[in-house]
């Protein structure tokens, strides 16, 4: 390895002060290049990693070899490996013996690194004697979704591969059998619904043996036809037909009603199962992706369920039976008919595992188009707002191009499929025709004997092109299945205790005791040590990323502790049922949401049963049963979806009105009042002061002066609490408390004065009203 210079901009640069391309060969081509912005111990710094056709480049702006550039020659041996952990991305460089180089960058390059790895990989084959030309590389055609160029004769990204989950199996179907269990005798009844309408219809095609062979031939041959029994063969067909329709009937309504039952519970044990959920796995998910599992997922399990399963049960016990009947009537004849049976089952294995990777990737691929719908019409208003209206519209179109080319590619397959299967079929057909009319001519069967076994062929072929239809929705139903189990499958980092411990009635007393959580691999709070009396306000004050929201969060046990554990009047809050412990804690968040309703369903949220008399009330002392009344329909009057009919203060207002009607014994603010102008939070404070009476309250403030009211305040830093005292105690100590608020009271004095400036230049004379500067 040798180093080349840089220059003092940090550009590569040759012996003579040109830019880095005069370091490279005359006949040294640039295949990828990576920008890295973490250093090895994870400090944020810029640089590059550059691989040509004959060498791995690097540069990084504080490198502590030296500055300038570092060089591997491509060789035999080299590996570059790809690892994420944490958020973070790691490139390694090895060869036989040791690590040679290590670079870090956050995941936001990881696809841009996984194509130099990709490339990596290649110019190392391509060292290797007998390999093909790098310019062949030039014209390989791009992944759609990373733009990574694809492997000869191949259309999948290894690249995207990587990041793929496991394979969906169609076993995955038969996990439904939990939701149909209790559907189980009504599906005998539909299985035998189905085997005897199938029967019905097996019986026409045997009664053409009499009619012709016994009627239709000796008439052509000049015998009369006799009309008793033409009518009993007649009403044969006749008596068949209407069997067959209403045993189909009834087995259709039978198997309809129960598939729709089971789609129903499906999707409603889905969505229970996505409540008991935590907080932390709502964190990595898309809101439209969840709305696509719950919905379109097990409409798609539904229908196959109702429509499709009932058909191939259908299919495969008429191919059975007609089989059966094939060989009773010529067995010779029936081998004959089953010649393209091979064929066909080898096209449906094959196509089979396209059509489940294909539609898993459609499931992805459409979850795209729905979160661009979930991210963009509720941020409708910061979309106008900004003008964006243009770059969404690009947005869902390129979500939407991105569908519809994964969509084309799985429909060549498709496409090709099933004529495929029809051909096989009448390719056969033809078989039997001209093996049945040699069998005529040599007087080993008679002519009604072909024609019904042509019947039955028509009916065999038929289900089994029906049979190859079916694999397209089966492995949709699969693939859907698949999405649904992996919510279903997921356990709720929030347990219920086996045994819960059943609490009527809360005291609030608040113990944390040697209390520790992290975030995956970063301590989030550690060691934290905290008892909190009956009825006791505490106010929470700290730098932004102290701790402070997190500790609320687990006292709510939206998480769990990492280490210690919390009590509540001296049991541990992992004893209770998680419901029955949030009945006693009501929460008024700084940004408050209200559901598409009337105001008085939301104030009534936590309460359902509340009385109209009670709804008032918590709106009186919330101070918002004035600017309720003022509304068109009062209470019953309805707010827009996330409460978009109201000002920020009033939905606060509701807010506090919802937490006061369930009248919890411990109270969390989490900055209620940030958010407002100073009038509006006077109000806000006047309904939080008769909310907090008699409560344990535990308060976060933006404004530390709205906190002077807090028996307590708990000073918090980097997870840790570093000071407990009165406003007036905290300030005489002149410690962390101070210094917050010191510089929050002289930012307030810059902003004053900054205010007033303009006011003194004119620029603010608009926002009074004349003759009142």
Same mark, same amino acid.
């Given at each position: 390895?040798?180093?080349?210079?840089?220059?003092?901009?940090?550009?590569?640069?040759?012996?003579?002060?040109?830019?880095?391309?005069?370091?490279?060969?005359?006949?040294?081509?640039?295949?990828?290049?990576?920008?890295?912005?973490?250093?090895?111990?994870?400090?944020?710094?810029?640089?590059?990693?550059?691989?040509?056709?004959?060498?791995?480049?690097?540069?990084?702006?504080?490198?502590?070899?030296?500055?300038?550039?570092?060089?591997?020659?491509?060789?035999?041996?080299?590996?570059l490996?790809?690892?994420?952990?944490?958020?973070?991305?790691?490139?390694?460089?090895?060869?036989?013996?040791?690590?040679?180089?290590l670079?870090?960058?956050?995941?936001?390059?990881?696809?841009?690194?996984?194509?130099?790895?990709?490339?990596?990989?290649?110019?190392?084959?391509?060292?290797?004697?007998?390999?093909?030309?790098?310019?062949?590389?030039q014209?390989?055609p791009?992944?759609?979704?990373?733009?990574?160029?694809?492997?000869?004769?191949?259309?999948?990204?290894?690249?995207?591969a990587?990041?793929?989950?496991?394979?969906?199996?169609?076993?995955?179907?038969?996990?439904?059998?939990?939701?149909?269990?209790?559907?189980?005798?009504?599906?005998?009844?539909?299985?035998?619904?189905?085997?005897?309408?199938?029967?019905?219809?097996?019986?026409?095609?045997?009664?053409?043996?009499?009619?012709?062979?016994?009627?239709?031939?000796?008439?052509?041959?000049?015998?009369?036809?006799?009309?008793?029994?033409?009518?009993?063969?007649?009403?044969?067909?006749?008596?068949?037909?209407?069997?067959?329709?209403?045993?189909?009937?009834?087995?259709?309504?039978?198997?309809?009603?129960?598939?729709?039952?089971?789609?129903?519970?499906?999707?409603?044990?889905?969505?229970?199962?996505?409540?008991?959920?935590?907080?932390?796995?709502?964190?990595?998910?898309?809101?439209?992706?969840?709305?696509?599992?719950?919905?379109?997922?097990?409409?798609?399990?539904?229908?196959?369920?109702?429509?499709?399963?009932?058909?191939?049960?259908?299919?495969?016990?008429?191919?059975?039976?007609?089989?059966?009947?094939?060989f009773?009537?010529?067995?010779?004849?029936?081998l004959?008919?089953?010649?393209?049976?091979p064929?066909?089952?080898?096209m449906?294995?094959?196509?089979?595992?396209?059509?489940?990777?294909?539609?898993?990737?459609?499931?992805?691929?459409?979850?795209?188009?729905?979160?661009?719908?979930?991210?963009?019409?509720?941020?409708?208003?910061?979309?106008?707002?900004?003008?964006?209206?243009?770059?969404?519209?690009?947005?869902?179109?390129?979500?939407?191009?991105?569908?519809?080319?994964?969509?084309?590619k799985?429909?060549?397959?498709?496409?090709?499929?099933?004529?495929?299967? $029809?051909?096989?079929?009448?390719?056969? @057909?033809?078989?039997?025709? !001209?093996?049945? /009319?040699? *069998? +005529?001519?040599? %007087?080993?069967i008679?002519?009604?004997?072909?024609?019904?076994?042509?019947?039955?062929?028509?009916?065999?072929?038929?289900?089994?092109d029906?049979?190859?239809?079916?694999?397209?929705?089966?492995?949709?139903?699969?693939a859907?299945?698949?999405?649904?189990?992996?919510?279903?499958?997921?356990?709720?980092?929030?347990?219920?205790?086996?045994?819960?411990?059943?609490?009527?009635?809360?005291?609030g007393?608040?113990?944390?005791?040697?209390?520790?959580?992290?975030?995956?691999?970063? $301590?989030?709070?550690?060691?934290?040590? @905290?008892?909190?009396?009956? !009825?006791?306000? /505490?106010? *929470? +004050?700290?730098? %932004?990323?102290?701790?402070?929201?997190?500790?609320?969060?687990?006292?709510?046990?939206?998480?769990?502790?990492?280490?210690?554990?919390?009590?509540?009047?001296?049991?541990?809050?992992?004893?209770?049922?998680?419901?029955?412990?949030?009945?006693?804690?009501?929460?008024?968040?700084?940004?408050?949401?209200?559901?598409?309703?009337?105001?008085?369903?939301?104030?009534?949220?936590?309460?359902?049963?509340?009385?109209?008399?009670?709804?008032?009330?918590?709106?009186?002392?919330?101070?918002a049963?004035?600017?309720?009344?003022? @509304?068109?329909?009062?209470?019953?009057?309805?707010?827009?979806?996330?409460?978009?009919?109201?000002?920020?203060?009033?939905r606060?207002?509701?807010?506090?009105?919802?937490?006061?009607?369930?009248d919890?014994?411990?109270?969390?603010?989490?900055?209620?009042?940030?958010?407002?102008?100073?009038?509006?939070?006077?109000?806000?404070?006047?309904?939080?002061?008769?909310?907090?009476?008699?409560?344990?309250?535990?308060?976060?403030?933006?404004?530390?002066?709205?906190?002077?009211?807090?028996?307590r305040?708990?000073?918090m830093?980097?997870?840790?609490?570093?000071?407990?005292?009165?406003?007036?105690?905290?300030?005489?100590?002149?410690?962390?408390?101070?210094?917050?608020?010191?510089?929050?009271?002289?930012?307030?004095?810059e902003?004053?004065?900054?205010?007033?400036?303009?006011v003194?230049s004119?620029?603010?004379?608009?926002?009074?009203?004349?003759?009142?500067?």
């Amino acid at each position: 390895m040798q180093h080349l210079p840089v220059n003092a901009s940090g550009v590569l640069t040759g012996p003579d002060g040109t830019e880095w391309r005069a370091v490279l060969a005359p006949h040294e081509n640039v295949l990828e290049a990576l920008a890295v912005d973490l250093s090895a111990d994870l400090r944020f710094q810029t640089g590059q990693i550059v691989l040509t056709d004959q060498r791995l480049l690097s540069r990084m702006d504080a490198d502590p070899q030296g500055p300038g550039l570092r060089q591997w020659p491509l060789a035999p041996g080299l590996e570059l490996r790809l690892i994420d952990h944490g958020g973070v991305g790691t490139l390694e460089l090895h060869d036989a013996r040791q690590r040679l180089a290590l670079w870090r960058f956050t995941l936001g390059a990881q696809a841009q690194a996984l194509r130099l790895v990709q490339r990596f990989e290649r110019q190392l084959q391509r060292l290797q004697p007998g390999a093909v030309s790098a310019d062949d590389e030039q014209t390989a055609p791009l992944c759609p979704s990373c733009h990574t160029p694809l492997p000869p004769d191949s259309d999948e990204c290894p690249a995207c591969a990587r990041a793929q989950r496991p394979q969906t199996s169609t076993w995955v179907l038969l996990r439904l059998w939990r939701f149909a269990h209790p559907y189980r005798w009504q599906l005998a009844a539909g299985f035998g619904l189905t085997l005897a309408s199938t029967a019905a219809t097996l019986v026409p095609p045997y009664l053409t043996i009499p009619l012709m062979d016994d009627i239709l031939i000796p008439f052509q041959n000049g015998q009369q036809i006799d009309p008793a029994l033409v009518l009993m063969y007649l009403g044969g067909l006749l008596l068949s037909a209407l069997a067959a329709w209403g045993l189909g009937w009834a087995r259709t309504y039978i198997l309809a009603l129960v598939s729709e039952r089971i789609g129903a519970d499906l999707r409603t044990t889905t969505y229970e199962h996505l409540l008991k959920l935590s907080l932390d796995y709502f964190g990595g998910k898309r809101t439209g992706d969840l709305m696509a599992r719950i919905g379109s997922e097990t409409d798609r399990i539904n229908v196959f369920l109702s429509l499709h399963a009932l058909d191939f049960i259908t299919d495969v016990l008429m191919i059975c039976m007609t089989a059966a009947i094939l060989f009773s009537i010529n067995p010779w004849l029936a081998l004959v008919t089953l010649v393209p049976l091979p064929f066909i089952g080898w096209m449906i294995h094959t196509v089979r595992d396209r059509l489940r990777t294909g539609f898993e990737k459609i499931d992805r691929v459409w979850s795209e188009v729905t979160n661009v719908l979930a991210d963009t019409i509720p941020g409708i208003r910061v979309v106008k707002a900004f003008a964006q209206e243009k770059r969404e519209a690009q947005r869902f179109h390129d979500a939407n191009q991105h569908n519809l080319e994964v969509n084309d590619k799985l429909n060549r397959t498709w496409s090709l499929f099933t004529p495929t299967v $029809s051909l096989l079929t009448e390719i056969g @057909l033809l078989v039997v025709w !001209g093996f049945g /009319i040699w *069998l +005529v001519s040599k %007087s080993q069967i008679t002519v009604g004997v072909l024609t019904a076994f042509i019947a039955y062929i028509g009916r065999f072929y038929g289900r089994l092109d029906s049979m190859s239809r079916i694999v397209s929705v089966t492995q949709k139903a699969a693939a859907g299945a698949k999405r649904i189990f992996d919510i279903l499958d997921h356990v709720s980092n929030v347990p219920d205790p086996a045994q819960p411990v059943k609490v009527d009635k809360v005291q609030g007393a608040i113990g944390l005791r040697n209390l520790g959580f992290r975030y995956g691999s970063r $301590s989030v709070i550690k060691g934290l040590e @905290l008892d909190i009396r009956p !009825g006791e306000m /505490i106010g *929470l +004050v700290g730098h %932004s990323g102290s701790g402070k929201s997190t500790l609320v969060n687990l006292i709510c046990r939206f998480y769990d502790v990492s280490e210690g554990s919390i009590q509540v009047d001296g049991i541990d809050i992992r004893r209770m049922a998680v419901s029955d412990y949030r009945r006693h804690i009501g929460l008024v968040l700084q940004e408050p949401f209200l559901f598409f309703g009337t105001i008085a369903e939301n104030i009534a949220y936590g309460k359902p049963e509340a009385t109209r008399a009670e709804i008032v009330a918590a709106a009186r002392a919330a101070h918002a049963h004035e600017f309720i009344l003022r @509304l068109p329909h009062g209470y019953d009057s309805l707010v827009g979806e996330r409460g978009q009919g109201l000002s920020g203060g009033e939905r606060q207002r509701i807010s506090i009105a919802r937490a006061l009607l369930i009248d919890p014994r411990i109270l969390i603010l989490d900055e209620a009042t940030s958010a407002v102008d100073t009038e509006t939070e006077k109000e806000i404070q006047k309904a939080l002061d008769n909310l907090v009476q008699g409560r344990t309250t535990i308060a976060i403030a933006h404004r530390l002066s709205t906190l002077r009211k807090a028996d307590r305040l708990v000073v918090m830093d980097r997870g840790e609490v570093v000071e407990v005292g009165p406003h007036d105690e905290l300030m005489e100590k002149q410690g962390a408390y101070w210094r917050l608020y010191e510089a929050q009271a002289r930012r307030a004095e810059e902003d004053a004065q900054a205010a007033g400036i303009l006011v003194d230049s004119g620029l603010l004379h608009s926002a009074h009203p004349a003759g009142n500067p």
